[in-house]
């Protein structure tokens, strides 16, 4: 993964001032995207929002998206992205530096899949204290994630917030389900290893 075919997608729906700080924290790393592409849910433009977001870094784009969810505003951004590569991120995160880097490490020369970075979260929030990123809890019939977490797992779902791979990786698994009830990524990870296993790619 070279970062100068790296599409970065951060969708964001009225949550003005975190935005402004996690692409504050973007501007200032080292390695540049291609583009990053930020996604508003808003009913219309605002020309004032987009100067003031664009002015941070000359490759913010700021895009008016129609999307009246999450994973349809997620698939917009999958859109209108250039780049090969596509790195989704949360609109209120602290990015730290090597991110792009971290990414292009884990995904080496594999075979194309997804990869879900570490996600610290501040206190009093925590995850659950399992030492994989993902697994359902047979009793309560629901998820337990843990996505802070210094070493490589394998896992049957990701976290949207901060998410790696191709382009036409997302584009193979027809990008995020908008009808989908429940863990949307969890959802997207199992149509990738059946799309993909279809054509002999590995997963």
Wanted: hydrophobic share 40%.
């Amino acid at each position: 993964m070279k970062t100068d075919a790296l599409s970065v997608i951060i969708p964001t729906y009225k949550r003005q001032e975190p935005l402004y700080e996690t692409l504050k924290s973007l501007a200032v790393l080292k390695e540049k995207p291609l583009e990053i592409l930020v996604c508003d849910q808003a009913r219309e433009a605002d020309p004032e929002k987009k100067r003031r977001v664009e002015a941070i870094s000359p490759e913010i784009k700021y895009l008016c998206s129609p999307a009246k969810s999450l994973p349809e505003n997620r698939n917009f951004g999958l859109e209108n992205a250039a780049g090969e590569w596509i790195l989704f991120l949360d609109d209120d995160i602290k990015a730290e530096a090597g991110l792009y880097e971290a990414h292009a490490q884990a995904h080496g020369g594999k075979e194309p899949g997804i990869i879900t970075g570490r996600i610290i979260m501040p206190p009093p929030e925590k995850f659950s204290d399992i030492k994989v990123p993902v697994k359902l809890n047979m009793e309560t019939a629901k998820y337990e994630m843990n996505w802070d977490l210094t070493r490589g797992s394998p896992a049957d779902a990701a976290s949207g917030g901060n998410l790696s791979g191709l382009k036409y990786v997302f584009i193979q698994a027809n990008g995020f389900d908008s009808g989908y009830i429940g863990f949307q990524y969890h959802l997207l990870c199992l149509l990738l290893r059946h799309r993909l296993a279809l054509r002999d790619v590995e997963v």
